[in-house]
């Protein structure tokens, strides 16, 4: 089991920056390939960005290509999410996910978090 716990969310200003947190515990994360999603009102959950489980892949949609940089620092078992140039299209609640396979954006992930709200105003 792994369980995650994101952080980092709030009321921002278009144009603005924010960067989330996962914390991870239970099984070694460092093992895990990790991914941020978001659902906003009303719409699907999508895919935002993910990272391989020794940092050496990552992939973005293209929606956020550019202004998102996904990170992970396995020695404290933490995933990161700097989010630059808000637009108030991001606002959603994010989860941090982890996957046992792979950090491809179609992989099944495993484990999910309760998630945190960004909400970027205009």
């Known amino acids: 089991q792994v369980q995650l716990v994101e952080s980092g969310g709030g009321l921002v200003q278009a144009g603005g920056s924010l960067r989330l947190s996962c914390a991870a515990s239970?099984?070694?994360?460092?093992?895990?390939?990790m991914g941020w999603f978001r659902q906003a009102p009303e719409k699907e959950r999508e895919f935002v960005a993910s990272i391989s489980y020794g940092s050496a892949l990552t992939y973005y949609a293209d929606s956020v290509k550019g202004r998102f940089t996904i990170s992970r620092d396995n020695a404290k078992n933490a995933g990161y999410l700097q989010m630059n140039s808000l637009k108030p299209e991001d606002t959603a609640l994010y989860y941090c996910a982890a996957a046992s396979r792979s950090a491809s954006p179609h992989s099944f992930y495993d484990y999910w978090g309760q998630g945190t709200q960004v909400t970027v105003s205009s």
């Open positions: 239970g099984r070694s994360f460092s093992s895990y390939a």
